[in-house]
Nanobody, 121 residues
Framework: VQLQASGGGLVQAGGSLTLSCAAP?????????FAWYRRTPGKQRELVAI???????NYADSVKGRFTIARDNAKNMVDLQMNSLKFEDTGVYYC???????????????WGQGTLVTVSS
């Protein structure tokens, strides 16, 4: 599945932003689990949120209650709604398909360029 992440930008702390991940032309979109990851300055890429093919979601503790992942199978899109943004949310956000093995998500596809989110304090 070829994915395209978009929607990043500059936002003030406390603000909101919605990221989108599109998989145009993917006939198998509905079968996949998807995840948003981010790479923040000085840190390794980390998992932010997951949504299964059935719509089950899970979040990193650092974003619980602030971020919401959702999928639209009709549009082949996975969105990440980010509210109450903090300076430490600044980073490059990536979407990817994942496969769950023993409860651990494993990214399957290429990472692409991601989309940059900058939160000003």
């Amino acid at each position: 599945v070829q994915l395209q992440a978009s929607g990043g930008g500059l936002v003030q702390a406390g603000g909101s932003l919605t990221l989108s991940c599109a998989a145009p032309g993917s006939a198998a979109f509905v079968l996949h689990d998807f995840a948003w990851y981010r790479r923040t300055p000085g840190k390794q890429r980390e998992l932010v949120a997951i949504i299964s093919s059935k719509g089950t979601t899970n979040y990193a503790d650092s974003v619980k209650g602030r971020f919401t992942i959702a999928r639209d199978n009709a549009k082949n899109m996975v969105d990440l709604q980010m509210n109450s943004l903090k300076f430490e949310d600044t980073g490059v956000y990536y979407c990817n398909t994942v496969a769950m093995a023993l409860g651990v998500p494993h990214p399957l596809g290429s990472w692409g360029q991601g989309t940059l989110v900058t939160v000003s304090s």
